[in-house]
């Protein structure tokens, strides 16, 4: 039981370059979500999803897409990488969608943005 | 729009001495978690708290959530060198319960 998987670990672009981080989960959770931290701060929620084919916005939506198209994964697109983008980025999710329980988070994806 | 703050932002204290986190809210919440993060780590659940005026405790751990169902607190009793991390809170937004928006953390570091 693996839990909630992030890859890559760590990645390196440059402005204007896109990718998409991985977020696998195989606990057949409903909820899941991307957060970015940056350094000092909080976790700041990108997207969050209820379940397969349904997304929604979160705090800091702009430059970042995300699909779900099965319960397991939910990919974190940056369109065109900005120094700005440059963070920690963590998944998570959770058992219950309408009154998320406790969250079970990847152990992060760290983008450096030049 | 809504903000869930803590304070302190930091604490340092010698190892054995207590320590509490506060964390308010500008709305009321419907419930509240908290998380505990290891330098280098990720976020790791600790509690969710519901009720109003609800204690609960874990071992030197004790969680607290106001009448008012706006503010919280942690107290760590005694504290040791395995507590160092930072401390979030964690509630839903008021436009979405599946909006969960966390506090800025309060960072515990430890002198043996």
């Known amino acids: 039981n693996a839990g909630v998987t992030q890859t890559p670990k760590f990645q390196v672009l440059k402005t204007g370059q896109s990718m998409t981080l991985q977020c696998a989960q195989d606990?057949?959770?409903?909820?899941m979500s991307w957060y970015r931290q940056d350094p000092g701060m909080g976790l700041r929620l990108i997207h969050y999803s209820v379940g397969a084919g349904i997304t929604d916005q979160g705090e800091v939506p702009n430059g970042y897409n995300v699909s779900r198209s099965t319960t397991e994964d939910f990919p974190l697109r940056l369109l065109s990488a900005a120094p700005s983008q440059t963070s920690v980025y963590f998944c998570?999710?959770?058992?219950?969608?309408?009154?998320?329980?406790?969250?079970?988070f990847g152990e992060g994806s760290r983008l450096t943005v030049l | 729009g809504q903000q869930v703050m803590q304070i302190p932002q930091y604490q340092h204290v010698q190892e054995g001495e207590d320590f509490t986190t506060y964390c308010n809210s500008s709305?009321?919440?419907?419930?509240i978690q908290w998380y505990k993060q290891r330098p280098g780590g990720h976020p790791v659940f600790l509690i969710q708290l519901v009720k109003s005026g609800e204690v609960k405790k874990q071992k030197r751990l004790t969680f607290q959530f106001g009448e008012a169902k706006k503010n919280s607190s942690l107290h760590i009793t005694a504290t040791q060198t395995t507590d160092v991390g930072t401390y979030f809170c964690a509630g839903p937004s008021k436009s979405s319960a599946s909006k969960i928006i966390f506090g800025s953390g309060t960072r515990l570091s430890i002198r043996p």
């Open positions: 606990m057949n959770h409903e909820y």
């Open positions: 709305t009321t919440l419907s419930n």
């Open positions: 998570a999710s959770s058992y219950s969608t309408g009154f998320p329980g406790e969250l079970f």
